[in-house]
């Protein structure tokens, strides 16, 4: 079992919005996700473009 497959139209939707200048926060609210999620896809995203 892997758990629960990636929301990737979510993460999408979050990296743009964050990408555009929005706070964490305010990148939540309008996503309609948790302040948790937003950094931890922020922070997927940032070591994927690193490598």
């Known amino acids: 079992y892997a758990g629960r497959k990636p929301d990737t139209k979510m993460h999408e939707r979050v990296i743009a919005l964050k990408s555009g200048g ?11 996700v948790s302040v948790s999620q937003v950094k931890r896809v922020w922070a997927q995203n940032q070591t994927k473009d690193k490598v």
């Open 22 to 32: 929005c706070s964490i926060a305010e990148t939540a609210r309008l996503a309609g």
